[in-house]
Every structure is written in C-alpha cells, then in structure tokens.
C-alpha cells in the first residue's frame, strides 16, 4: 500500500510539473486562436459593413437621381402648362387641324361680321345694335367653331390614342426599337394619330432626341394621355426601365379613364337634360305668348321698364346655367 501510495503520489506530481510547463502554452494557443478569430470577424463585419455601406449609397445615389429627374420633369411640366394655357390662335388653329392661315382665318372674322351686320340692318334692327351684333359674331362666331373643331379633335385623339399605344407595347415586346415603333403608328393608324406621331418622326430624323419629341406631342395635342405618354418616356430615357410594362400599364389607364368618363356622362345627363329645359323654357314660352298675345308680351320690349326687365332676366338665367354647368361638369 505504501508503494502504491508512493507511485501514485509520484504520478500526480509528474503530471501537475508537465501541467505547470505546458498551461502557459496552452493558454497562448488559446488566446492567438481566439484573437484569430476576433480578427477574421472583425474583417467580416467590416465587409459587411463596406458592403451595407456601398448598397447604401447606391440607393442613395439612385433616389438622389430620380429626384433630380422628377425635379427636372416637374419644371419642364411646369414651363409647358404655361405654353398650353396661354395658345395664340395660330397654335389653335393647328392644334383645331384647319390648313387656314391667320390671314384668311382674321378675313373669314371680318366677313362673318359684315355678314352678320348686315343681316341685323336687314331686320330693321337700329345702327349701334346691328353693329354690336356685328362685332359680337365676327369676334366670337369664328373662335367658337374653331373651339368646338379642336375639341372635336381632340377626343377624337383620345379614342384611337390607347390604341396605339397598346401597339407600341406589342412591337417593343416582339424586339422592335422604339423608333420603328412610333414609324408604325405614323404610317398605320386614323387620323389624327397618324399626323401627330409623324411630326415625332420627322423631329427624330431631324436629330432630336426621343424625350423631346414626345414632348412636343404634348404641346401639340395638351391633354393628360399624352402628357402621361410623354412623363412615361421621359423617365424610362433618362433611368431606364421595362417600357413596355409601363406603356401596357398606362394604355389600362387610359382605358379606364375613357370607361369613366363615359359612366359620368351617362349619369350626368339626366341633370344636363334638366338644364337644356330649363333654360329653354323662359325663351319658348315668351315665344308662344307673343304668338297668342303679341299686345300682351310687347310691353317688354318697347318701353325702358321692359328692357330692364328683359337684362334682369337675361343675368339671373344666365347665372343660374352656369351654376348647373359648373355643378354637372368635371375634368379628367
């Protein structure tokens, strides 16, 4: 037992001096692998960190650009609605479709007017209401048929333009550039499409870029399809994009726009027809008075009190159909 005892005493002590020579190497080795390690994260984390950092600013840098376009899209827009607000009449009468040059649409003005005095001299009306008359209709008669011709126009643009748009997507989607694109509508579809996406192509062979030659669609043809068209454009040139997708996207709009708008007017009518009855009915039942009792109803119409009467009337009528008008009208 003493042997024993002896040998296992000596076996502890071997092992507690190879313990006391080797733990100081152990725990270097320790400490380098753990320092390795702290290391190798720290190289991690900061790749991560470079690379957080680096899609940070590529986002940035993108929305810093996207903003600067908006930017520039806006005050292009803006400086374009002061153009489209404010037409000369020769632009009218270009956006109307008419060949007519100002000369002859200020001599058609002129004759409209002696046309119309006259006629008033014809029915014994006296010299400064005939030439009152004159003025009026040779003033307002032309512009208001020039008016009505470039509405007319217009919508007929706005039925055939998601059309072509819907075709636009179609090429651009088989492979077919842009441009060949636009020549397609220039040379297929109805007028007034056709004459409009022609003066793009002619502006795109004479040099200008694809934006500005959308642009001026706008300008020749001011409603919110085209300056849709021409946003849609305009961004995709400048931070590219599927064109097709936002083209396909946009002629869904503008079809949904056209269904709209033909739901309010059809429930819009009943408050027109009201309207037109309204207004028509003061004029027709002076009318058929004076065709039943001419002595009757002549009062307003030779004494002052009579022509006051008559102005009062006129105002107060006028006044109320404009109120329905603004009350049964809204804007697209």
Not at 124 to 130: D, H, P, R, T, Y
Not at 263 to 268: D, L, P
Not at 304 to 320: D, E, K, N, P
């Amino acid at each position: 037992m003493i042997v024993v005892g002896f040998v296992l005493l000596i076996t502890l002590a071997t092992l507690a001096l190879v313990y006391g020579i080797l733990e100081p190497r152990l725990q270097l080795e320790k400490n380098t692998k753990s320092r390795i390690s702290q290391y190798k994260s720290a190289e991690t984390d900061r790749a991560t960190r470079q690379h957080a950092r680096d899609r940070v600013n590529e986002v940035s840098k993108r929305r810093k650009t996207l903003q600067n376009s908006l930017k520039d899209l806006e005050e292009k827009t803006q400086a374009r609605d002061r153009h489209t607000k404010k037409l000369s009449l020769e632009r009218r009468i270009a956006q109307a479709g008419l060949k007519t040059s100002m000369r002859s649409f200020v001599l058609v003005c002129f004759g409209v007017g002696a046309a119309a005095f006259l006629a008033s001299l014809v029915f014994q009306l006296s010299l400064v209401i005939a030439l009152g008359i004159g003025v009026v209709a040779g003033f307002g008669l032309p512009r208001w048929v020039l008016g009505y011709l470039r509405k007319r126009r217009q919508a007929s643009f706005t039925l055939e333009f998601a059309n072509a748009i819907d075709v636009i997507t179609r090429g651009i989607r088989s492979g077919l550039p842009l441009n060949d694109t636009l020549r397609m509508i220039a040379a297929d579809t109805p007028e007034p499409v056709r004459s409009e996406f022609a003066r793009i192509v002619e502006a795109q062979q004479m040099g200008m870029p694809i934006a500005e030659a959308v642009e001026r669609l706008y300008q020749n043809m001011p409603l919110p399809e085209t300056n849709f068209f021409a946003i849609v454009v305009s961004i995709q040139s400048q931070a590219g994009g599927n064109l097709a997708e936002a083209l396909s996207n946009l002629s869904s709009v503008l079809r949904e726009r056209r269904r709209m708008k033909g739901k309010i007017k059809a429930m819009s009518m009943e408050a027109k027809a009201s309207g037109y009855i309204i207004g028509s009915l003061p004029i027709i039942v002076g009318f058929l008075v004076y065709l039943t009792s001419p002595d009757y109803i002549s009062v307003l119409f030779t004494t002052s009190t009579g022509h006051i009467v008559l102005a009062a009337s006129a105002f107060w009528m006028g006044l109320g159909i404009m109120v329905m008008r603004n009350m049964i009208n809204f804007d697209f």
